[in-house]
């Protein structure tokens, strides 16, 4: 249906246009995930320094209670998701693969579960820095993916001017709805949450970019703008990777931000939209960031639904709540399928980013046989960021990584647009991946 | 009830995959080959046809025997061998002996594409290496032309010994650019058009090389750029000559309809291995060509240019990806000559 419209609506270039798949969840209301007796939380949530521990082995804590403090500026407060004893401090399995240090919480199958109402200090009161402070405290992060702490987009340089807050509802990949039920069901929460960061940033106007496959949502949303609000909802083109923060300001905004620029210097702050419902649950019911929303889908699951899991817990348990996995499934990702994790283990747990959990069958898992490179140049149109995938391809696998860096390498979002258009079946950005990963090993 | 783990496996995203393959790619070009290739067997006979299947062995044996053992045969598998083959034997003359197109084929593979480091690494298109080779070594074979007689036709010169080069049937014929070029004679639109005129097996039914060519735009096979950019330029430079001395020069709906320039704008030059990878170098590229080929046909010693002309542009190809490299997102557009100086 919005097929023909798609192309009267602005985007960004190049970018891909893979089968939505959202259709198996997009009316599928939220479900709370019922509470379970162990939760497993990993204390590396957000990029930069995971948070220290404040708790001990055998404590009792309350649902909502922080568990461990941030240990840099770059590293958000993390809290207990229900209320129980603490039973373990160690390492557990994680999407990523691999073990890391965790903690783990047994449920009081006794406990309520439910969160005391903690009245926050008036927000309207509050300077830009101390809405930095709160936001840490209550364990923000990036929810489109990124799991950058929400806090350090809001502590700005001397002298620079927010014009523009923009809320990512672009929610370009396939399969996931998560975002597209937050703004159909809790519109008035996020309307509250861009108020809050509008006015305490200053920005003068907010833009709530919206793909057109979500037709509900922008209805929703609009309905719920006061005609005073300087808040709009903008429908985009249905394009991946829209919901790149880049791209997004490009579609919205027509403008590029450069390289190694932050968009704030632009006068623009971009924000997703679970982050800022997540920034108006903390101010208005003193509620931290302890419940994930979860699209789970894909020809695997037996039942496909959008949940509302509490932090830690397993992919098991929540594939078990939704009917199990078919005999056939061969891979089960956490995130979308085109930049998720497919994960060793189901013992892994939903941490803040994990917004999908997706199951296929060998049908659909099955990576492409490699053929060689014809230089066909459509990972040269499908690149949002106008690099070069074929020849990153070749240098990475020539190990040639300075040569890497000078053709734009750090430009690189990992989107996988060159790869999912590859003829060839090269995986060019898993060789883009390696390559940043051995860079990185050799500094470090 | 407990989900017992399955098998999983972990492997890098993206999952989703379009549905294009290279081989797919290769496949294609070779069934929108089909109907033009019908049309050759039925106008030039079962001799056209020896010659084809001449091309098509060398082609495939070529890639057999000069690749690494170890993945012979999945080099195979990807179907270009055989189209190198196939639009090898397109371009040769119908009577030409059999054993010459298999050396052909031969060559195009093992010297245009092999020793480059196979598919993807040549930087001409093999296809017309071998073509080249054999003009240059075989040059009374390759331009002996025949008028179309009919399918049951086989060449007396078709069926000459290896390292022979065949007793020639006494009814030549010229080809419509040889008429022009020598002779100042033009060619009804419509013999053109259909293919009933001397010339190369693929190259004479102009209409069904241009609806194979529509096919692969529509599947996405191919880049439209460049068999556009090359019929408009070949157009554009041939109607000015054409506007400034109209009998002198041809006219522009006898170039576009002659000679190789359908099979070459649509099927070879189109190669993505041999053709630039941006848009921008794709347009540069096309208008190189077409310009070349009015060169040569016009200007030039033979009367047909579309091969060298490809083969040239070919030999730029890396200079103009190199200079129509796409400027990074957020950066200025830089300089066609300054890109890649730090």
């Not at chain 1, 970018?15 to 709370?32: A, F, I, M, N, S």
């Not at chain 1, 594939?319 to 994790?341: A, I, S, W």
């Not at chain 1, 258009?421 to 060789?431: A, F, K």
């Amino acid at each position: 249906m919005h097929n023909l419209a798609n192309l009267f609506f602005e985007s960004f270039q190049h970018g891909v246009h893979p089968p939505e798949h959202k259709k198996h969840t997009d009316t599928l209301p939220t479900q709370r995930m019922p509470f379970l007796a162990r939760y497993i939380l990993p204390l590396n949530q957000n990029l930069g320094a995971p948070p220290n521990p404040i708790v001990k082995v055998g404590d009792r804590v309350l649902r909502g209670q922080p568990i461990a403090e941030p240990a840099a500026f770059f590293s958000t407060t993390l809290h207990s998701p229900v209320t129980g004893w603490i039973r373990a401090i160690g390492n557990r399995r994680v999407a990523e693969g691999g073990f890391q240090s965790a903690i783990e919480i047994e449920a009081d199958p006794y406990a309520t579960q439910r969160l005391d109402p903690q009245p926050r200090p008036d927000w309207r009161k509050m300077s830009r820095d101390e809405l930095a402070k709160e936001v840490q405290r209550a364990g923000i992060v990036g929810l489109g993916g990124a799991a950058l702490p929400a806090h350090v987009k809001y502590v700005l340089r001397e002298g620079v001017k927010i014009r523009t807050l923009i809320a990512n509802g672009a929610e370009c990949e396939p399969y996931l709805t998560n975002d597209h039920r937050l703004m159909v069901e809790r519109p008035q929460a996020l309307l509250q949450g861009i108020e809050i960061l509008q006015t305490l940033l200053g920005a003068e106007q907010s833009i709530i970019g919206v793909e057109l496959n979500k037709p509900d949502a922008i209805a929703e949303l609009r309905r719920h703008i006061l005609p005073d609000q300087p808040i709009r909802v903008e429908p985009l083109r249905v394009k991946y990777p829209q919901g790149d923060s880049k791209m997004l300001i490009k579609a919205l905004l027509g403008i590029e931000v450069p390289p190694g620029v932050r968009s704030a210097d632009l006068g623009i702050i971009m924000n997703n939209v679970g982050t800022i419902t997540a920034i108006a649950d903390w101010f208005e019911q003193g509620m931290p960031y302890i419940d994930r929303r979860v699209t789970v889908s894909g020809p695997g699951v037996k039942n496909s639904a959008n949940l509302l899991v509490p932090l830690g817990t397993p992919v098991r348990e929540v594939l078990r709540f939704c009917g199990g996995l078919r005999e056939d499934t061969k891979e089960v990702l956490v995130g979308g399928p085109m930049m998720g994790v497919s994960i060793a283990s189901l013992d892994a747990p939903i941490i803040k980013i994990s917004g999908g959990i997706l199951a296929f069958t060998a049908q659909e898992a099955d990576r492409p046989v490699e053929y060689p490179c014809i230089r066909c140049g459509r990972c040269v149109e499908a690149c949002p960021y106008f690099l070069n995938p074929s020849k990153l391809a070749r240098l990475a696998k020539a190990r040639l990584f300075e040569e890497m860096k000078n053709v734009g390498v750090g430009e690189c979002v990992e989107c996988g647009s060159c790869t999912y258009v590859c003829p060839s079946g090269i995986p060019i950005v898993q060789l883009i991946r390696s390559a940043r990963a051995d860079i990185r090993r050799r500094k470090g | 009830m407990t989900i017992k783990d399955p098998k999983l496996r972990v492997l890098p995203s993206p999952i989703l995959k379009q549905q294009q393959t290279s081989p797919k790619v290769m496949r294609d070009v070779i069934y929108a080959l089909i109907p033009a290739t019908i049309a050759g067997i039925w106008l030039f006979g079962i001799g056209a046809f020896l010659v084809l299947a001449g091309a098509i062995a060398g082609a495939i044996l070529g890639e057999y025997w000069f690749s690494d053992p170890n993945v012979r045969i999945y080099r195979l598998k990807d179907a270009s061998a055989v189209l190198t083959g196939l639009l090898l034997g397109l371009t040769l003359p119908p009577a030409l002996p059999v054993w010459m197109a298999f050396l052909g084929g031969l060559f195009a593979i093992g010297i245009g594409k092999i020793i480059w480091g196979g598919l993807g690494q040549n930087n001409f298109n093999p296809a017309l290496v071998g073509r080249a080779f054999l003009l240059a070594t075989f040059p009374t074979a390759m331009t002996t032309w025949h008028a179309p007689t009919g399918l049951a036709t086989v060449y007396k010169s078709n069926l000459a010994l290896p390292f022979l080069s065949g007793k020639y049937d006494a009814i030549t014929a010229a080809t419509p650019l040889n008429l022009m070029k020598f002779q100042h004679q033009g060619t009804g639109f419509w013999d053109l058009f259909l293919g009933s005129t001397a010339g190369s097996i693929g190259e004479t039914s102009m209409v069904l090389l241009l609806l194979g060519g529509i096919y692969l735009v529509l599947q996405r096979a191919l880049d439209w750029r460049i068999p556009v950019g090359i019929l408009a330029s070949v157009a554009v430079f041939t109607g000015i000559l054409w506007l400034y001395d109209t009998a002198m020069y041809p006219d522009p709906i006898f170039a576009l309809n002659s000679g190789g320039l359908m099979l070459g704008a649509w099927y070879m030059a189109t190669d993505p291995v041999t053709s630039p990878m941006s848009p921008r170098g794709a347009w540069i590229f096309a208008v190189g060509v077409g310009l070349l080929i009015v060169l040569i046909r016009i200007f030039g010693g033979f009367p047909e240019g579309v091969m060298y002309a490809i083969l040239l542009m070919n030999a730029v190809t890396p200079l103009v990806d190199r200079v129509t490299q796409p400027r990074l997102f957020g950066t200025p557009k830089t300089s066609m000559f300054t890109w890649g100086k730090k």
